[in-house]
């Protein structure tokens, strides 16, 4: 009850959540709406002119943004609930961007590099064990020593659920109101929605499916 209260009143939610980062230590992000809740989290910043963004009523716990370039961008929407999520940024002009209403649940890795994005939808739910990479990191080259391996986005539409220990590669889309399975390799798109896929390689394992955050 008192909750919902606090939550149909912004300038007391505000306040309340002021409070306790100043008793909890917790530092202000520059970029962070008052209203955002931070535990231990922090900004670790190797370029220039990089920017993290949080809207109203977010509730972030010991998550880390680490940039190593410069002009990248991480945005995260308004009542965006995250735990233990680590966005990774090499290069530069990069962009992660969280929609509103989105959970991560546990241990997340959000790896975006050379000049790639990361796009997650509104209302989705991140179990744990989670990673994404928009690039492999090193170079793979034919044999006249060209590279074949370039680093493409990620976009997650709304309301996808992901679960434990999934992995999310290079070039993926995954479609609105769809599942990615536990343990999934994710390498391709999915551009149908209301699907399940799983497996590894992902592929669909059934259709016109939907998903809900309560046990019903």
């Not at 989290?41 to 977010?58: A, E, L, M, P, Q």
Request: proline residues 1%.
């Amino acid at each position: 009850m008192i909750k919902k209260w606090l939550l149909s009143h912004d300038s007391m939610y505000t306040l309340v959540i002021r409070i306790l980062n100043l008793f909890g230590h917790n530092s202000r992000m520059r970029g962070a709406h008052p209203s955002v809740w931070l535990k231990r989290t922090k900004v670790i910043d190797k370029g220039n002119g990089n920017t993290v963004t949080i809207d109203r009523k977010s509730k972030l716990r010991n998550c880390t943004f680490k940039f190593y370039g410069s002009n990248n961008r991480v945005i995260i929407g308004e009542r965006c609930s995250l735990s233990h999520l680590t966005v990774w940024i090499e290069d530069d002009n990069n962009c992660v961007q969280i929609a509103k209403n989105t959970t991560v649940h546990g241990t997340t890795g959000l790896a975006c590099i050379e000049g790639c994005r990361i796009e997650i939808g509104e209302d989705c739910m991140f179990s744990s064990n989670i990673h994404f990479r928009t690039g492999d990191s090193h170079s793979v080259v034919d044999l006249d020593g060209h590279r074949i391996n370039p680093s493409r986005d990620i976009v997650i539409g709304d309301h996808v659920w992901i679960g434990h220990n999934a992995i999310v590669c290079k070039g993926v889309t995954v479609a609105d109101h769809s599942i990615v399975g536990a343990g999934s390799v994710v390498t391709r798109r999915f551009e149908q929605d209301h699907v399940a896929i799983g497996g590894n390689p992902a592929k669909i394992i059934k259709e016109n499916v939907d998903w809900k955050r309560e046990r019903i």
